[in-house]
T-cell receptor, first 112, second 117 residues
Framework: GESVGLHLPTLSVQEGDNSIINCAYS??????FIWYKQESGKGPQFIID?????DKRQGQRVTVLLNKTVKHLSLQIAATQPGDSAVYFC???????????FGKGTLLTVNP | NAGVMQNPRHLVRRRGQEARLRCSPM?????VYWYRQLPEEGLKFMVY????????ESGMPKERFSAEFPKEGPSILRIQQVVRGDSAAYFC???????????????FGPGTRLTVL
């Protein structure tokens, strides 16, 4: 079936380290990808996006990499801070500009 | 500018009762989306509404679930005769008037956590 899924359900890092969260997708028709951060008890918050015609996009402390050959997406967080602790979801759009399909999420825990 | 507001934040219902979840979009936003999140799962699209219109309800269960976004007032997600499997977090998102871009960014509310006893 078509899905957006995560390789690892949990990731634990030390404060100051870099974090890499991975995501695989199966639908080659996906043309837009978004990373969301969800803190406990809150709704998802947009972090960064990337279109399928790009392979890298950078934001503030975050970088998203897209490898269309192997249908793989990653989120890199530089100098991870305790406030980065949350569940991170990748999501994609296919065939519309609104119907998001979310993966299961990776729980990132940052140890002081 | 207040964000997307949802109420109640927590709702407990017994099997067979009705659940009504409310969503007030961000000021100036005319598009509303509802998603359901089961424990340890990603969000699943349910329905997309504009004022007085249901645009896409492809993710909505065919029975017991309905949604509306009236001309005045919040959007309502209504679940009739709730069952234990309806226990989940229900998130509402809103977006502004449609843009010509690839993605019309959705801003999410804090969610309503429904527990069915």
């Amino acid at each position: 079936g078509e899905s957006v899924g995560l390789h690892l359900p949990t990731l634990s890092v030390q404060e100051g380290d870099n974090s890499i969260i991975n995501c695989a997708y199966s639908n080659s028709a996906s043309d837009y990808f978004i990373w969301y951060k969800q803190e406990s008890g809150k709704g998802p918050q947009f972090i960064i996006d990337i279109r399928s015609n790009m392979d890298k996009r950078q934001g503030q402390r975050v970088t998203v990499l897209l490898n269309k050959t192997v249908k793989h997406l990653s989120l890199q967080i530089a100098a991870t801070q305790p406030g980065d602790s949350a569940v991170y979801f990748c999501a994609d759009l296919r065939g519309s500009n609104y119907k998001l399909t979310f993966g299961k999420g990776t729980l990132l825990t940052v140890n002081p | 500018n207040a964000g997307v507001m949802q109420n109640p934040r927590h709702l407990v219902r017994r099997r067979g009762q009705e659940a009504r979840l409310r969503c007030s979009p961000m000021k100036g936003h005319s598009h509303v989306y509802w998603y359901r999140q089961l424990p340890e799962e990603g969000l699943k699209f349910m329905v997309y509404l504009q004022k007085e219109n249901i645009i896409d309800e492809s993710g909505m269960p065919k029975e017991r679930f309905s949604a509306e976004f009236p001309k005045e007032g919040p959007s309502i997600l209504r679940i009739q005769q709730v069952v234990r499997g309806d226990s989940a977090a229900y998130f509402c998102a809103s977006s502004p008037l449609e843009t010509s871009g690839v993605y019309n960014e959705q801003f999410f509310g804090p969610g309503t956590r429904l527990t069915v006893l």
